[in-house]
């Protein structure tokens, strides 16, 4: 079982910036990969970003640019650095993280980000 706690998440301007954390209850040894879903109102959830132990990143195309994901493997941790944030951005961020052994996903309890003026 692989328990993710988020934070990070809040209201900022168009054009600011966030950042969230997503730490993983166990070893980094056991995680494949991890990354942020999003969820708008009335939209499906929709992949972010993602970011494999091997350090390989994908990106959707609306955020290219514009986030960056990383990972601090002693800490388990990985981050989403968000920039020229913009109101479309706005929805509930979900962490996951895919176990390297049982290839099972676990998902995080949402933080929500809201671009507003």
């Known amino acids: 079982q692989v328990q993710l706690v988020e934070s990070g998440g809040g209201l900022v301007q168009p054009g600011g910036s966030l950042r969230l954390s997503c730490a993983a209850s166990v070893s980094i040894f056991s995680i494949y990969a991890m990354g942020w879903y999003r969820q708008a109102p009335g939209k499906q959830r929709e992949l972010v970003a993602g970011?494999?132990?091997?350090?390989?990143?994908n990106y959707a195309d609306s955020v290219k640019g514009r986030f960056t994901i990383s990972r601090d493997n002693a800490k388990v941790t990985v981050y989403l650095q968000m920039n020229s944030l913009k109101p479309e951005d706005t929805a509930v961020y979900y962490c996951?993280?895919?176990?390297?052994?049982?290839?099972?996903?676990?998902w995080g309890q949402g933080t929500q980000v809201t671009v507003s003026s």
């Open positions: 970011i494999t132990s091997g350090g390989d990143t």
């Open positions: 996951y993280a895919d176990h390297k052994t049982t290839l099972s996903r676990y």
